[in-house]
Structure formats: structure tokens, C-alpha cells
């Protein structure tokens, strides 16, 4: 867009501007980036010009627009936020800032690095929504104009504006911007698609004629009904609002109702449930379509009454039915307090607003992993919400698939920390019970009840991972430490990661400095209360680990040649190297299984010991001088068929067949049970301890993980 268009446009609302500032704003923005284009080919300034217009027809003010045409000199040419600051005040310049990228700062992948241009402009916005309405605008402009981007780029783009800017547009309830963001990263990812419900929608080029037909209904029988003053609107649904309903939710094109739409707009409310009588009268309403949210409104302040009906000529189509104030805050959500109010200084609410903002920021507080906080904030943005109630009328707001934790946590943290359980509509549910819209949900507590860690991966909502993460945190030190220790130790097992002694030790320091730690207590106690990802923590331990032995083997001396030792198999599988025929045992404190590194103790008239190199018993450090020529060589020889006893330790979830189930499990699996014993535990666990036998370690390794698919089972640990 050209400056002289632009000017056009601010001149018919110069009421209520400062056109100097904005002319001055732009004659900046001109000189820095002169002689810079954009891959369309245009002018580069072209860009702010047209960012500035989209923020004047929001309808922000003079800082608003200045700050839209200044939102790249910072970033993309050698002005300061210094000198923007100067010349046109701080709010400008804070806007400026919060609309520019990190693209300065060192970030380790792209994950980190969107997650933390998220981070800060949330941060921003929660400060100043300005900043997000502007950003808003830059987005939607560069969409606009998609064309000049390489393929790739196109996807990822339009991925994003789908993952985090059309929901923020949602959550503003800014539906004009919501809906372009939508259809144009639509028309990107999936172009056949985007056709094929275009050309649905347009019935060969009927669409507008079906909506006009309607609207002149409607007008006649409110002006019938002395409401002449109604203003009536038809519109035609968005292909994207079409498209995730057809494809994504596999809907048939009949059961859509609102692919047509008429709005009625009132002066009062009286008036709106006054309309919806006349309109059901009209025509015929179908049943269990019907939404007032005049009474419970949207997270994003939207309110209107919704009703589906099935037109004369058998057409199923939409009608909302709204005041005037309702309307500007549908079309322009928080923007609506610039454009029809008295500007930033007269906002009413905006405070109780915007809360959800801070709500997103003081989650991810605890949380230092970059795709965590990246995929928490997109489902805290998913725009599909579910209301509702506890047993004083109270409405709650929570995002689909959140379950009565989440619930829990939205009333208050001390009612989540201490919940014991819920009743929904009057019946006692399950803990992982997902909430719907309209259910009236009662949380039953306990006083010295405390959150389980298993509540970490039922969760839907930031909030109440973070609530639940901050407890444990708090209350749960020591137990953090020990429970981090050991969950890294037995991945690391896994991993086939043995280290012992200052070798350890050393090894987990530095995975804790990686992991942007100060320690390695530091890192056991985050990964204890679940605010580091284990997987992430053992794929750098992996890294790691190759580093080290490729280093120990550069580093290794040229081995002399020299004649092979003698082995002899035993009858039990086992190669003791020098001895013929000895008695083999293996030791009951490690249950040695093939597979694992294992070495010998010749014992006194009672053969030989057969212990894990890792055992507690067979450290090299605690085999002592004196008995150090009864320590010999072991290995397993090829082909063994035996069974051996092996002992695993389960924590799994108090279900009434939880037992049961791991005891056919077995059964199914043809692998004998030697014992089983089970304890119920506090928090509503049981631990069991089975003994099995198995072949080896990998036969052990593929029982472990069929235990593990169990969704009742916590963990399971080799004894």
C-alpha cells in the first residue's frame, strides 16, 4: 500500500489522531529502510504502510499507528529503541519492542526460539495489548502477500498463524482477523481442500443469494413485530470454520448448520430474547441448537444468542441475534475499546480481561524446556472451550478435553492440591473424567491430601501443570531428589549408560550444566517434580556418553597380541576363564541375567559367584587386595536356552484388577511366575513384586515394556 492511500484513510478520522506524529513516524520509516524491497519486489516500506492501515481500521490511536509503521526499523536497520524512544515517547517505543523478533539472540534450535518470541510478546501484550494487535496486523499482512515466500517457508508460516495467531485472534475476539488468518494458511497447507469446500459453500454461485433471500425474511417479520429499528446482516461461513468441521471433526455436510448466517443487531436485550421468540416462530428451530451466550459469555467476551433452523425452502442455516455493544465486541474484541470508547486510558475490565494472559506467562515459570512451553501455550490457545459449573452457579472456563483437575485447579490451588475425588451432576466419577459443557461439578477434599505426580499426565491445562509441579516442588524436596535420581539412573541403565563412582559423578554434573542447572541435585529435583522432560535429559546423556568412549578410544594404547586365554563353558551357561568344570552359582543380590556384563568370585568349596560387573558387591573399588586373585573373568556363552529368575518392581495405579491384569499378562506371554506379592500404597497406588523367568536381558526388556504399555502402570523396575 502507498503513503497517499494510507492518508486517505487517516484524514477521515484526523478527529481523533495526531497526523504530525504519524507523518513523522513514516518519514523515519521511509529513509531507514530505503533501498530494501520484499521478495513481492515492492518497496519494503510498503509493508509498515500497510500494517498501519489494518491497525487504523481496528480503530487504535496515534501510538498504535506510529508504532505500526516503526515495527521494523529496529530490528532491520541500525535505528535504536533508544532513539525511537526519543523522538516519539516511550509508549512507542515499548510497542516497538514487543512487536520485534529475537532474531538477535543466540537460541540453540527454531523450537527455542519461537518459544521465545511467544514468550515475550505475551509478556509484552500482557502489559500493553497493543502490542499483540499490531503483531496481529504484521501477520496478517504478510499472509496477505504469501506469494513471495519459498514453498517451505509458506508451510511454516501458515502452520504458525494456525498454532498460535488465529487462536490469540480468538481469545481477543477479533473474528474479522481470526477468519483471513484461517482461510489464507488453509489455501497454503491445503489447497485441494481449500477448493473443494470453497465450491461447497458457493452452491455453483448461490451462496449470497441464499443469505439475501433470508434477510429479507427476517427483516419483514421483526419490522411485522414493531422492531424496525433491527439492523439484519447475512454472512457466509468461513471455508476454514466449514473445513475442520467436514474434515477434521469428519462431519457430514448435513449435519453443518451455520454455513449461512443471518445476524439480527438490537438497541437492548429485551429486545434480542424478543427477536429469537419471533424467529422461532419463523421458522423451525432444531432442537439442542440453541446457545445463550448473552448470559454466559465467551473467554473472549463474545455474547450473543445462537439458534440453528431449517428455512422455507428447507436451507439449514444460523441466526445470532445481539445489541449494538455485543456487536463491536464480536467484530473487534478488545480492540472495540479503542475504536468505539474513549482509547487505552478508558477501558473498563480490560485488567479481568487479559488475565488468561498472565495465567499462560505464570505457568511456565517452573518450566526451562522450550517445546513444553511451546506446546503448553498452544493448548491454552486451542480456541474450543467448554463451560461449567460448581454447585453455586459459578461458570468455569476451560479448554476442550480438560478434565476435573484442571477444574479443580481453576477454582482455586488449595482445592486442586487437596482434591480426593469429584461428583458430576450428582454421581461420582473417575479422576481422569473429562468435563463437558454445562455439567455442574463438585470437587471433594481432604486436609492432608497433596497432589499425585501421575495427575501431571492427565492434565490438560499449563495451570494446573504448573500448580501441581509447584507443590511438589515445595513440599517435596528430598522425595524429588530421590525420585529424579533414580528415574535417570534407571534410563541410563536402559541406555546401557554404567558409570560408577567419580566417573558418575562427573557425568551428571555436566548433563546438569547442559540442562541449564547448577547441579546435579538441582537437575534430580526437576526431573522429581516434573519440571524437566526425562526424555530430553537422557537423549543429551546419550550425546554425551558416544563423546566419551570416542574419546577414551582415541586416547587407548595399541593393544599387544597376545595368546588366547582358555575358556570353558559350565553347565549352567556360563565361561569362567582358566577353570575347567567349575560349580557356578549366581548371586541373589543382582540376579545376573544373559546379557548383562557379569564377573566371577571364586568362593571357598562353594565354586564360583556369578554377580553384574554393576552390582554393589562387585565394585572394582570394594574388591579388596586380599581377595583380589579370587575375582576372575566371566561371560556368557552363545545359544543359552535356560530360564533364569529375574524380579521386577511395579508402581501402578489402585484399580480393582490391576493385579489380575498383570498376572495374565504373563500368562498370555507364556512366561512363568515364580512369585507375586502386592501392597497398597499411599496416594491411591499398589506395588507389586513379581518374579518371572526369563531368557535374557532383552527377553526382560520386551516384558518390561508390554507392563509399561499398561495405562495403570506407573513404572517398572528391574529388582
Same mark, same amino acid.
Given at each position: 500500500m502507498k503513503y497517499e492511500q494510507l492518508k486517505l484513510l487517516l484524514e477521515e478520522h484526523s478527529k481523533h489522531l495526531d497526523l504530525d506524529t504519524i507523518e513523522k513516524a513514516y518519514r523515519l520509516a521511509e529513509k531507514m529502510h530505503e533501498g530494501q524491497y520484499r521478495k513481492t519486489g515492492e518497496a519494503y516500506v510498503e509493508h509498515p504502510v500497510a500494517v498501519a492501515a489494518i491497525v487504523l481500521e481496528l480503530g487504535l490511536d496515534t501510538t498504535s499507528i506510529s508504532a505500526a509503521l516503526l515495527h521494523d526499523v529496529v530490528e532491520d536497520t541500525d535505528v535504536t529503541l533508544e532513539e525511537i524512544e526519543k523522538e516519539f515517547g516511550k509508549e512507542t517505543a515499548h510497542l516497538v519492542d514487543g512487536v520485534t523478533k529475537l532474531g538477535k539472540i543466540a537460541l540453540l534450535t527454531q523450537e527455542e526460539e519461537q518459544a521465545e518470541n511467544l514468550r515475550k510478546m505475551l509478556l509484552a501484550m500482557s502489559q500493553?495489548?497493543?502490542?499483540?494487535l499490531i503483531k496481529l496486523c504484521d501477520r496478517l499482512h504478510n499472509m496477505r502477500t504469501y506469494e513471495g515466500w519459498k514453498p517451505q517457508k509458506q508451510r511454516d508460516k501458515a502452520l504458525e498463524v494456525m498454532e498460535v495467531y488465529a487462536p490469540i485472534a480468538h481469545r481477543l475476539g477479533i473474528s474479522n482477523i481470526k477468519d483471513e488468518l484461517q482461510d489464507i494458511s488453509?489455501?497454503?497447507?491445503?489447497?485441494?481442500?481449500?477448493?473443494?469446500?470453497?465450491?461447497?459453500?458457493?452452491r455453483e454461485g448461490n451462496a449470497q443469494k441464499i443469505v439475501d433471500?433470508?434477510?429479507?425474511?427476517?427483516?419483514?417479520?421483526?419490522?411485522?413485530?414493531?422492531?424496525?429499528?433491527?439492523?439484519?446482516?447475512?454472512?457466509?461461513?468461513s471455508v476454514y470454520g466449514v473445513y475442520r468441521?467436514?474434515?477434521?471433526?469428519?462431519?457430514?455436510?448435513?449435519? !453443518?448448520?451455520?454455513? /449461512?448466517?443471518?445476524? @439480527? &443487531?438490537?438497541?437492548?436485550? #429485551?429486545?434480542?430474547?424478543?427477536?429469537?421468540?419471533? =424467529?422461532?416462530?419463523?421458522?423451525?428451530?432444531?432442537?439442542?441448537?440453541?446457545?445463550?451466550?448473552?448470559?454466559?459469555?465467551?473467554?473472549?467476551?463474545?455474547?450473543?444468542?445462537?439458534?440453528?433452523?431449517?428455512?422455507?425452502?428447507?436451507?439449514?442455516?444460523?441466526?445470532?441475534?445481539?445489541?449494538?455493544?455485543?456487536?463491536?465486541?464480536?467484530?473487534?474484541?478488545?480492540?472495540?475499546?479503542?475504536?468505539?470508547?474513549?482509547?487505552?486510558?478508558?477501558?473498563?475490565?480490560?485488567?479481568?480481561?487479559?488475565?488468561?494472559?498472565?495465567?499462560?506467562?505464570?505457568?511456565?515459570?517452573?518450566?526451562?524446556d522450550a517445546s513444553e512451553i511451546?506446546?503448553?501455550?498452544?493448548?491454552?490457545?486451542?480456541?474450543?472451550?467448554?463451560?461449567?459449573?460448581?454447585?453455586?452457579?459459578?461458570? !468455569?472456563?476451560?479448554? /476442550?478435553?480438560?478434565? @476435573? &483437575?484442571?477444574?479443580?485447579? #481453576?477454582?482455586?490451588?488449595?482445592?486442586?492440591?487437596? =482434591?480426593?475425588?469429584?461428583k458430576v451432576n450428582g454421581k461420582i466419577v473417575s479422576i481422569d473424567y473429562k468435563?463437558?459443557?454445562?455439567?455442574?461439578?463438585?470437587?471433594?477434599?481432604?486436609?492432608?491430601?497433596?497432589?499425585?505426580?501421575?495427575?501431571?499426565?492427565?492434565?490438560?491445562?499449563?495451570?494446573?501443570?504448573?500448580?501441581?509441579?509447584?507443590?511438589?516442588?515445595?513440599?517435596?524436596?528430598?522425595?524429588?531428589?530421590?525420585?529424579?535420581?533414580?528415574?535417570?539412573?534407571?534410563?541410563?541403565r536402559r541406555a546401557l549408560i554404567n558409570l560408577e563412582g567419580e566417573e558418575y559423578t562427573k557425568f551428571v554434573e555436566n548433563l546438569a550444566k547442559r540442562n541449564k542447572l547448577n547441579n546435579a541435585e538441582e537437575m534430580f529435583a526437576a526431573l522429581g517434580y516434573g519440571g524437566l522432560q526425562l526424555s530430553k535429559v537422557i537423549f543429551k546423556a546419550k550425546e554425551d556418553y558416544a563423546k566419551m568412549q570416542k574419546e577414551a578410544r582415541a586416547n587407548e594404547p595399541a593393544k599387544i597380541k597376545t595368546a588366547p586365554i582358555k575358556r570353558t563353558k559350565s553347565s549352567n551357561g556360563v565361561i569362567v576363564e582358566g577353570l575347567d568344570s567349575c560349580l557356578v552359582k549366581f548371586s541373589k543380590c543382582c540376579n545376573p541375567l544373559p546379557g548383562d556384563p557379569i564377573v566371577g568370585f571364586i568362593t571357598r568349596g562353594f565354586g564360583v559367584s556369578v554377580h553384574k560387573q554393576s552390582c554393589v558387591h562387585a565394585r572394582p573399588e570394594l574388591r579388596d587386595a586380599e581377595n583380589a586373585g579370587r575375582w576372575v573373568n566371566t561371560y556368557w556363552a552363545e545359544n543359552i536356552r535356560e530360564d533364569f529368575k529375574a524380579t521386577l518392581n511395579i508402581i501402578a495405579l489402585e484399580t480393582p484388577m490391576i493385579v489380575g491384569e498383570v498376572s495374565m499378562m504373563m500368562t498370555n506371554s507364556r512366561i512363568p511366575v515364580f512369585a507375586l506379592n502386592a501392597r497398597q500404597m499411599s496416594d491411591h497406588r499398589i506395588e507389586m513384586s513379581i518374579t518371572i523367568g526369563v531368557n535374557n536381558t532383552e527377553h526382560l526388556s520386551s516384558v518390561i515394556n508390554k507392563l509399561s504399555k499398561n495405562k495403570n502402570i506407573i513404572s517398572v523396575i528391574r529388582g
Open positions: 500493553d495489548i497493543r502490542v499483540m488453509l489455501r497454503i497447507l491445503d489447497p485441494v481442500g481449500y477448493e473443494e469446500v470453497h465450491n461447497i459453500i458457493q433471500t433470508i434477510v429479507e425474511e427476517v427483516k419483514g417479520k421483526l419490522v411485522e413485530f414493531g422492531l424496525e429499528d433491527a439492523t439484519v446482516m447475512g454472512r457466509v461461513k468441521k467436514m474434515y477434521m471433526q469428519g462431519r457430514d455436510l448435513s449435519d !453443518i448448520y451455520d454455513i /449461512y448466517a443471518v445476524r @439480527i &443487531i438490537l438497541n437492548n436485550v #429485551a429486545e434480542c430474547y424478543n427477536a429469537l421468540m419471533l =424467529m422461532h416462530d419463523l421458522y423451525r428451530p432444531i432442537p439442542s441448537r440453541f446457545k445463550d451466550y448473552i448470559s454466559t459469555p465467551k473467554a473472549n467476551m463474545y455474547q450473543s444468542l445462537h439458534t440453528s433452523v431449517i428455512g422455507k425452502k428447507g436451507v439449514p442455516f444460523e441466526i445470532q441475534i445481539r445489541t449494538w455493544d455485543m456487536h463491536h465486541t464480536a467484530e473487534y474484541g478488545v480492540a472495540a475499546h479503542w475504536k468505539y470508547k474513549t482509547g487505552v486510558h478508558g477501558q473498563d475490565n480490560m485488567e479481568e480481561k487479559l488475565t488468561w494472559v498472565r495465567q499462560i506467562l505464570e505457568s511456565q515459570q517452573d518450566s526451562d511451546l506446546s503448553n501455550i498452544k493448548n491454552d490457545l486451542i480456541p474450543d472451550d467448554v463451560f461449567v459449573f460448581t454447585p453455586k452457579g459459578d461458570v !468455569i472456563n476451560l479448554p /476442550y478435553g480438560a478434565t @476435573i &483437575i484442571d477444574f479443580a485447579y #481453576a477454582i482455586h490451588s488449595a482445592v486442586g492440591n487437596r =482434591m480426593t475425588g469429584a468435563v463437558n459443557t454445562g455439567e455442574i461439578i463438585e470437587i471433594i477434599t481432604a486436609k492432608d491430601k497433596g497432589p499425585s505426580r501421575d495427575w501431571l499426565n492427565i492434565v490438560v491445562t499449563s495451570e494446573a501443570k504448573s500448580k501441581i509441579r509447584s507443590w511438589f516442588k515445595k513440599e517435596r524436596k528430598e522425595e524429588n531428589i530421590i525420585e529424579g535420581k533414580e528415574a535417570l539412573d534407571r534410563e541410563l
